[in-house]
Nanobody, 118 residues
Framework: QVQLVESGGGLVQPGGSLRLSCTASINIFSINTMGWYRQAPGKQRELVAAITSGGSTNYADSVKGRFTISTVNAKTVILQMNSLKPEDTAVYYC?????????????WGQGTQVTVSS
């Protein structure tokens, strides 16, 4: 079992920045992939950014060049969000994917609200 705790959401004006933090209950290097997803009202949850235990990253096209995912220490992943747009408004969820003996497990944080508005 992996517990994930997010922090850092809030209200920001367009063009501003926020940093989201996700702290796991175990060493994240034993997790295959850490990621951030978001869900806006009336829309499906979508992948924003992910980082593997080997350090590879991938981003949604809509956030490339503006968001950066990185590891801070053995238990924390951050999502640095710059040049925020109103369309980035959503609940952001931290996700951990583990593969153990060919079985895949997904773990989710409780979500943190990000609102981009003037």
């Amino acid at each position: 079992q992996v517990q994930l705790v997010e922090s850092g959401g809030g209200l920001v004006q367009p063009g501003g920045s926020l940093r989201l933090s996700c702290t796991a209950s175990i060493n994240i290097f034993s997790i295959n992939t850490m990621g951030w997803y978001r869900q806006a009202p009336g829309k499906q949850r979508e992948l924003v950014a992910a980082i593997t235990s080997g350090g590879s990253t991938n981003y949604a096209d809509s956030v490339k060049g503006r968001f950066t995912i990185s590891t801070v220490n053995a238990k924390t992943v951050i999502l640095q969000m710059n040049s925020l747009k109103p369309e980035d408004t959503a609940v952001y969820y931290c996700n951990a994917k583990r593969v153990i003996l060919s079985a895949a497990y997904d773990y989710w944080g409780q979500g943190t609200q990000v609102t981009v508005s003037s």
